[in-house]
């Protein structure tokens, strides 16, 4: 095999999109105006293509805590955590982390990616087995993969495909690990998480649940979709971000599962990376309680994505599911797709372009997501800029 | 059952979500002459496990290139269970 032909791929969608004359992957921000607005192509441009879901990056509580350690502990830690140590901040985010759960233990990774790969690698091993969501993140996938577990898929939200996968396992079940999304990054559409619940009872095996997309969106406290589903309780492992509502970077799992304590040692992604810098700690623990204490800003959030759902399905456009941050139109192809991604920005707002393999169905998407930062005016610009570009389709 | 009656089951089985008009039998290929992306190939697992009453790991498709492999795979499943 020749050294360039593992790239073949990458080369062919390239053309594609050389063809059309627009890369949709090399949008550069050239300045950040607020945690809606940037300026790109040398124009003001809404930001509905973040994950920036409570608009905390400008919290100036936040901001000040981040420049604070900044000045106090310097510019980066320098190593893992394993090898280098652990500093004060890197506890006292952990433990606020499993109080704001109710949990017994928590450990923070440097990416949420990481998160997922840490934690699922270090819990499952080449003797388990691991069923996973077929519309999983693809650090789900790699996280298995890692860790070298047998990996088993079950159809997208469907408990009673899981349970009879689970039926197949036979007493295998009792040990098995199910992975399953809050909300999915695609689509947007929530897990049935009290539903999986109930199965993962039924065989007793255990439940882990990527809340990255539903923390600070979901529940009373901003637990995520477990919590509003009343089912926290009952979740053993709960993975999460902080680069979306919390308006950082980095991740972590929290559990009362007593394998945490080990689980550092066992996790490669953990050991050989460098711990989260002073200022990404510092601006999380200001950013958490913010976001436990967010009633007003889910509330927005909620309305916004209300306003933009409304305006899309009053304009005719097939939406990717019912009402969340998320809002994901569906096009009828790739290049429909890219044409429209590219429409928008030239109109001044800036969405996510989302096509095969990334996209469940084979579904070609522009996915919108919304901040309690945006104004009403703002989402009103985006549906105008939406229904401008109607007639092309 | 035997080798020939599973690829026989098989091929009826994937023969509906097939788009090209590629002969379906033991040595066809899935990425090359049926012209599926691995998106397509995962879909068309969940149909097999079903039609077979098994679960295949995802870990296994990297070796499986033909139906014959994937009969193979089958046998090896059900064997299992």
């Not at chain 2, 002969?23 to 990425?31: H, I, K, P």
């Not at chain 2, 995802?58 to 299992?80: K, P, Y």
Request: charged content about 20%.
């Amino acid at each position: 095999m020749g050294s360039m032909s593992k790239f073949d791929a990458v080369v062919k969608v390239r053309q594609t999109l050389a063809d059309v004359g627009i890369d949709p992957f090399g949008v550069l921000i050239e300045r950040v105006l607020s945690p809606t607005e940037g300026l790109i192509q040398g124009r003001p441009t809404i930001l509905a293509g973040t994950n920036n879901y409570l608009g905390l990056t400008f919290d100036p509580r936040c901001i000040a805590a981040g420049c604070e350690a900044l000045t106090k502990e310097g510019t980066g830690t320098t190593g893992s955590r394993m090898a280098n140590g652990t500093y004060v901040g890197h506890r006292q985010l952990e433990q606020e982390l499993a109080e704001f759960y109710g949990k017994r233990h928590a450990v923070v990774f440097s990416t949420g990616y990481q998160a997922n790969l840490g934690t699922i690698s270090a819990l499952a091993g080449a003797d388990d087995v691991v069923l996973v969501d077929a519309d999983c993140h693809a650090s789900i996938y790699d996280g298995c993969r890692l860790g070298g577990a047998k990996v088993i898929r079950f159809r997208h939200n469907d408990p009673t495909d899981l349970a009879k996968r689970l039926r197949r396992l036979g007493d295998a079940a009792g040990d098995a690990l199910i992975l399953v999304e809050g909300i999915y990054s695609m689509l947007g559409d929530r897990a049935p998480l009290k539903a999986f619940v109930e199965v993962k009872r039924e065989f007793g095996s255990r439940l882990l649940v990527d809340e990255a997309h539903s923390l600070g969106v979901d529940g009373d406290g901003g637990r995520g979709v477990a919590e509003a589903a009343g089912v926290l309780d009952d979740v053993d492992f709960v993975v999460g971000t902080f680069s979306k509502s919390l308006g950082g970077v980095g991740g972590f799992c929290v559990s009362d599962s007593e394998q945490m304590e080990l689980l550092p040692y066992a996790s490669r992604p953990y050991i050989f990376t460098a711990s989260p810098t002073p200022a990404t700690i510092a601006s999380v623990r200001a950013a958490l309680p913010l976001l436990a204490d967010g009633h007003a800003l889910r509330r927005q959030l909620r309305e916004n994505a209300e306003r933009l759902h409304a305006g899309l399905t009053a304009l005719g456009y097939t939406l990717g599911a019912p009402v969340s941050q998320v809002v994901a139109v569906v096009l009828d192809d790739r290049t429909t797709a890219l044409r429209f991604w590219a429409g928008l920005l030239e109109r001044g707002v800036y969405v996510n372009l989302m096509v095969p393999p990334a996209t469940p169905n084979n579904e070609s998407l522009v996915r919108c997501s919304v901040s309690a930062a945006h104004t009403p005016a703002q989402i009103d610009a985006i549906c105008a800029a939406f229904a401008a570009l109607r007639d092309t389709l | 059952m035997t080798h020939a009656s599973v690829v026989d089951k098989l091929t009826k089985t994937i023969a509906p979500l097939v788009k090209s008009k590629v002969a379906l039998d033991e040595s066809t290929q899935f990425t090359g002459q049926m012209e599926l992306d691995s998106l397509q190939i995962m879909d068309l697992m969940l149909a097999v496990e079903d039609e077979f009453d098994i679960s295949i790991p995802l870990n296994v498709l990297a070796d499986v290139r033909t139906i014959g492999d994937l009969a193979r795979e089958i046998e090896q499943q059900m064997g299992e269970s």
